[in-house]
């Protein structure tokens, strides 16, 4: 099955740097990539995604990179502010299934 | 739109006892619904695909005599943890893909549930 790698598992940046989260899959057959961000005892929620066919994909301050060859998919967030602290996950999915990371907490330091 | 929602938020019971949690998909149609176990500080662990009319698939190591799931109704999946125990502690989150359209996975806010 598919097995997600992710790193670091813990951030520490300063309000207004940028922050990288890198994941690595196993199946090259995973084909949709979504990272979440979940705050302590709420649900994850999606906060961009990219698929295969796409390499790079940004939302404001929010943009994921992936390199299929490679088998690995980032995260960055620039201009981090206080309110993006949090535990971010990234996943991948073959068919329908999502396989996890094991998560990154984010401290932003005001 | 995309609502899921679950029931009860938390939960807490006695060792022995059976817990039922309720996932549902508020504005929209659910083919498949997947339940997840997060414990403090992991990462969300798949149990189980749960399908519409048919039986949940279960991932391995997960105990489907304890862990029942019934989908009943294209808006409504159920977990039912049977004879819970103290190591049952833990959040229970479940996801919803919409019948029609992309395979996004709408997540619901979770239960937490604390077996004494």
């Known amino acids: 099955g598919e097995n997600v790698e992710q790193h670091p598992s813990t951030l520490s940046v300063q309000e207004g740097d940028s922050a990288v989260i890198k994941c690595t899959y196993s199946?090259?057959?995973?084909?949709?990539f979504p990272w979440y961000k979940q705050e302590l005892g709420k649900r994850p929620q999606l906060i961009i995604d990219?698929?295969?066919?796409?390499g790079e994909k940004k939302d404001q301050r929010i943009a994921v990179t992936l390199n299929k060859t490679a088998k690995h998919f980032s995260l960055h967030i620039t201009e981090t502010q206080p309110e993006d602290s949090a535990v971010y996950f990234c996943?991948?999915?073959?068919?329908?299934?999502?396989?996890f990371g094991k998560g990154t907490k984010l401290s932003v330091i005001p | 739109g995309a609502v899921v929602s679950q029931h009860p938020s938390w939960v807490i019971c006695k060792s022995g006892t059976s817990v039922k949690i309720e996932c549902r998909s508020l504005?929209?149609?659910?083919?498949?619904m997947f339940w997840y176990r997060q414990f403090p500080k992991q990462s969300l662990m798949l149990m189980a695909t749960?399908?519409?009319?048919?039986?949940?698939?279960?991932e391995q190591g997960v105990e489907k005599d304890k862990f029942l799931i019934n989908h009943a109704s294209l808006t409504l999946s159920t977990l039912t943890v049977t004879s819970a125990h103290p190591e049952d502690s833990s959040f229970y989150i479940c996801?919803?893909?919409?019948?029609?359209?992309?395979?996004?996975?709408?997540f619901g806010p979770g239960t937490r549930l604390t077996v004494l």
């Open positions: 996801s919803a893909i919409r019948t029609s359209g992309s395979n996004e996975q709408f």
């Open positions: 199946d090259s057959a995973s084909n949709y």
């Open positions: 990219i698929r295969s066919n796409v």
């Open positions: 996943a991948a999915r073959g068919s329908y299934q999502l396989t």
């Open positions: 504005d929209f149609q659910a083919t498949t």
């Open positions: 749960s399908n519409e009319g048919s039986k949940a698939t279960y």
